[in-house]
């Protein structure tokens, strides 16, 4: 296990001091990708480290990885399914969870499988959506093969209720809520300026096709427009769109900082299964425009912080007069560790106590048996 990609672990040995629950998290999705799994992975483990709750991750670092065909800045791992036993038996975990449907979380799966594992999954992204705007392969066909992949999970995570129906309505069973949060003590209002023309129209994401990001531009807006991300379509984008300024990839104090100098937040995305750069707007004081779907729906809601219209310039503009502490107030309720929270509840629900100590105990003598193997010197 590389250690390395989880700092924010709580233990310090195997089930280390104080009996500490261990959670391993498969994951497809890690650093350096910016974007929401992999901060929501990361934000999550590091609240239930202070719940006492140790969580690693199995994750592409770990493994060769090749760059995707069209996002040459995105790379899968190439992992073999006896290494990933080996990590899972050597990070001895009490629960397992794969958080994506790649070839980590494929084979993280079939050790489960295999092994008669019980393992939960989490459904972060609308692969049917992305998969056809890119391929001729009917969303069908997607959706039948995420339903194969999940269908043996003890618990699915649907990040809202929206979702959550959706998935039971195409027929994903044990389909539970696992909400997001945000952290309020870094995005928050500040007083700083991008010096740019007011009114500053912001949008924060991945800059690809599948985010609707020139439903956005092409907008007759006042002020300007402001995109922070990279991506495959970037380069395009920035030459049929010069009056918007790209900032590129933004973290920390920096993405901070540019939130609050936005006049409103524009999200056009229509796939996103939640959209924690919402939350993070909202928290800088930055009232939202966006399309009436699937995530915005379910952050925003009815609730006056933002302005969901298909007329998308009209939610732009309209947005402009929505009191920004209403913004601020509204996100700071949603917090890390109530997201850490219900995960662990997700993880641990319904799981016998004689289900634990059978895996616990092939674990153990899965572990001699290798240690016996080994040729001493």
């Known amino acids: 296990m590389d250690r390395s990609a989880a700092p924010f672990s709580a233990g310090a040995s195997r089930h280390g001091a104080g009996g500490l629950m261990r959670i391993l998290i498969a994951t497809d999705a890690w650093h350096p990708q910016v974007n929401g799994v992999?901060?929501?992975?990361?934000?999550?483990?590091?609240?239930?480290?202070?719940?006492?709750?140790?969580?690693?991750?199995?994750t592409p670092q770990s493994f060769r990885t090749i760059a995707l065909p069209s996002y040459a800045d995105l790379h899968v791992a190439l992992p073999s399914p006896g290494k990933i036993a080996r990590m899972i038996e050597e990070a001895q975990p009490d629960y397992i969870h794969i958080a994506t449907e790649g070839p980590i979380g494929i084979l993280a799966r079939r050790y489960c499988?295999?092994?008669?594992?019980?393992?939960?999954?989490?459904?972060?992204?609308?692969?049917?959506?992305?998969?056809?705007?890119?391929?001729?392969?009917?969303?069908?066909?997607?959706?039948?093969?995420?339903?194969?992949?999940?269908?043996?999970?003890?618990?699915?995570?649907?990040?809202?209720?929206?979702?959550?129906?959706?998935?039971r309505g195409r027929g994903f069973r044990n389909v539970v809520l696992w909400s997001r949060g945000v952290d309020a003590q870094l995005f928050r209002p500040r007083d700083f300026d991008l010096a740019l023309p007011r009114p500053v129209f912001l949008s924060v994401g991945r800059v690809a096709v599948e985010k609707n990001l020139e439903a956005f531009l092409e907008l007759d807006l006042p002020g300007t427009k402001v995109v922070v991300g990279d991506g495959p379509a970037r380069a395009e984008l920035e030459r049929k769109y010069p009056d918007a300024v790209f900032l590129g990839t933004m973290q920390g104090e920096t993405l901070a900082d540019t939130y609050s100098a936005a006049d409103a937040f524009v999200f056009p995305s229509k796939t996103d299964t939640?959209?924690?750069?919402?939350?993070?707007?909202?928290?800088?004081?930055?009232?939202?425009?966006?399309?009436?779907?699937?995530?915005?729906?379910?952050?925003?809601?009815?609730?006056?912080?933002?302005?969901?219209?298909?007329?998308?310039?009209?939610a732009c503009l309209a947005a402009l007069d929505i009191p920004r502490e209403a913004c601020r107030d509204f996100a700071a309720s949603r917090s890390w560790g109530a997201c850490a929270q219900a995960f662990i509840d997700n993880v641990t629900r319904e799981r016998p106590p004689q289900v634990k100590r059978r895996w616990r105990r092939r674990l153990a003598r899965r572990l001699r048996l290798t240690s016996e193997s080994v040729p001493t010197a």
Do not use: C
């Not at 992999?38 to 199995?58: I, N, Q, S």
């Not at 056809?132 to 699915?156: C, K, M, N, Q």
């Not at 952050?299 to 933002?306: E, F, L, Q, T």
């Open 113 to 167: 499988q295999k092994n008669k594992v019980p393992f939960t999954t989490s459904f972060h992204t609308r692969f049917p959506e992305y998969v056809s705007a890119r391929f001729p392969i009917p969303e069908s066909w997607v959706w039948a093969a995420l339903r194969y992949f999940h269908g043996t999970s003890d618990a699915v995570m649907a990040a809202t209720p929206a979702l959550a129906d959706e998935l």
């Open 274 to 314: 939640f959209g924690l750069v919402l939350l993070e707007a909202l928290a800088s004081g930055v009232p939202v425009a966006a399309l009436p779907v699937s995530g915005p729906l379910d952050v925003i809601g009815d609730a006056p912080v933002g302005v969901l219209n298909n007329d998308l310039r009209a």
């Open 38 to 58: 992999v901060r929501t992975l990361t934000k999550m483990a590091e609240a239930a480290a202070e719940m006492g709750v140790d969580v690693e991750f199995l």
